[in-house]
């Protein structure tokens, strides 16, 4: 039984070196990638990664579509990679892959941008199609089974238990790294094949899952990571990392934290996309000694998080720090329009919002990316016209009469989400919209209520899915 699991486990990641497929992954569809990989990893490494790599790139795919893209893609690298095979024959296959993906009724995953694909022929078309790509998952939803139903499915049919964990699991932690997701995958199938033909499976399961503790938490932190940075890129996650440090240690200096902010955002850009085997745990924990080194002296909870001699546990729980009560700072001075328009200029509104963060620690993520793309787009407004100074004074009175208001009911909703327990807190905001609101039907009331509770409960946490919250803001 263990053999029909395990007949992947070994693969060398050496080989993960190789460029990925781009008829996995989106780069050029070239017959010698493919058939190169195909080669080297074998038939069963081959289809594993195969599996691996397109739940992740269609993460909203069902395990159906995802088997039944597989099994195409196995059958072409099968047919067309071996010796003495047809030169046209990878040409003449993926041509009728593409035409399959395009018809009505393709059993391959759905996505919005296929039918722009197919208005395009031959190459352009297959580009295209290898192009598209789902957003991640709001959130992971993979759930693990108990130990006993974990066995029970590995006995029934040890062959589909694998294809369906990998599926679920990659599909929802579709941005963490490949080597990363590999690894942890490796290890959970390893951990049921072991354990279920054990005579003592609790104590085994127990063992394994301790051993594993730190490649989940990693997996768990780097698809957090990756999935900012996507939906970010590299300047307005560093940006985003700043704002949640000044939240967390109000009192630590600008340069302190930029510095550190900077740091993060090279993690994600190295290593995010990176198939070295090491590069995210490596990384990650250089950057966790640099925070503990900066922050536990100038705050207890930093301190007390950096205690611990496993790095990866010591990030995680930085990660899910709460932001700290708002300090008493002297006002800050605004930069000038001068400043704004300078070379300097992208610094100086960065250290503006820093400033606006440390002294409104509840203010969400979501809401603090927003105004960055507003102040950027902002200076990228004004700053070519004849007059700046003109333009910026205009737009900044009319930001600030309706971004004040704004701001504060925001904090505040956050405010009492992070300090009250939930019932509580629902109950002050159906009182508090009552007031708001008096001409407003029980309906209306309800639907606002819901409607606040929900950007709450998802918008005002540390991890909060950014594609999803800036939909909500």
Not at 120 to 139: I, V, Y
Not at 178 to 194: A, D, E, I, K
Not at 287 to 311: E, I, Q, W, Y
Not at 391 to 402: P, T
């Amino acid at each position: 039984i263990k053999h029909h699991v395990v007949w992947w486990l070994s693969i060398p990641c050496s080989l993960l070196t190789i460029p990925p497929s781009p008829a996995l992954l989106g780069k050029a569809y070239v017959r010698e990638k493919v058939c190169q990989e195909y080669r080297m990893l074998g038939k069963e490494n081959f289809r594993t990664l195969t599996i691996i790599t397109n739940s992740q790139k269609y993460s909203n795919g069902t395990f159906e579509e995802i088997s039944h893209l597989v099994r195409e893609i196995i059958s072409l690298a099968e047919t067309c990679c071996a010796d003495g095979a047809d030169p046209s024959c990878y040409d003449a296959r993926s041509t009728a892959l593409s035409v399959k993906s395009c018809s009505a009724d393709s059993p391959f995953p759905a996505h919005p941008g296929t039918a722009e694909c197919c208005t395009h022929e031959g190459l352009e078309r297959k580009l295209c199609l290898a192009a598209l790509r789902h957003p991640p998952q709001p959130l992971p939803r993979y759930l693990q089974p108990s130990d006993k139903e974990l066995c029970q499915a590995f006995r029934q049919d040890p062959r589909e238990f694998a294809d369906r964990f990998l599926y679920e699991y990659a599909s929802s932690y579709s941005q963490a790294p490949l080597p990363v997701l590999l690894g942890s995958t490796r290890t959970f199938l390893s951990m049921v094949s072991t354990c279920c033909i054990s005579p003592a499976p609790t104590a085994c399961f127990l063992k394994e899952k301790l051993e594993r503790k730190t490649l989940s938490l990693l997996t768990l932190t780097s698809n957090r990571i990756c999935s900012r940075f996507s939906a970010y890129g590299k300047d307005k996650v560093s940006f985003s990392y700043l704002a949640s440090l000044a939240q967390k240690v109000p009192t630590a200096s600008f340069e302190d934290l930029l510095s550190l902010a900077e740091d993060a955002a090279e993690v994600s850009s190295q290593c995010c996309d990176s198939v070295a085997e090491d590069c995210m745990q490596k990384k990650l924990l250089e950057h966790t000694a640099k925070v503990c080194t900066t922050l536990s002296a100038r705050d207890g909870r930093f301190a007390d998080c950096c205690k611990g001699k496993n790095l990866i546990e010591n990030h995680f729980c930085i990660l899910a720090m709460l932001p700290a009560p708002a300090p008493k700072l002297p006002e800050a001075s605004e930069p000038t329009n001068k400043e704004l328009c300078g070379k300097d200029g992208a610094l100086h509104a960065t250290r503006s919002l820093f400033e606006l963060a440390r002294r409104h620690p509840s203010l969400p993520d979501a809401i603090l990316a927003k105004l960055y793309d507003s102040s950027g787009k902002l200076r990228g407004e004004c700053c070519s016209t004849k007059d700046p100074s003109d333009c910026l004074d205009s737009k900044r009175k009319r930001m600030e009469a309706e971004l004040l208001p704004f701001l504060e009911k925001a904090s505040q909703l956050c405010g009492q989400y992070n300090e009250l327990p939930f019932l509580e807190f629902k109950k002050r905001l159906r009182e508090s919209l009552v007031q708001a609101e008096p001409e407003a039907s029980p309906a209306q009331l309800e639907q606002l209520l819901e409607q606040r509770v929900s950007f709450a409960s998802t918008c005002c946490l540390p991890d909060a899915p950014p594609l999803l919250c800036a939909s909500k803001v």
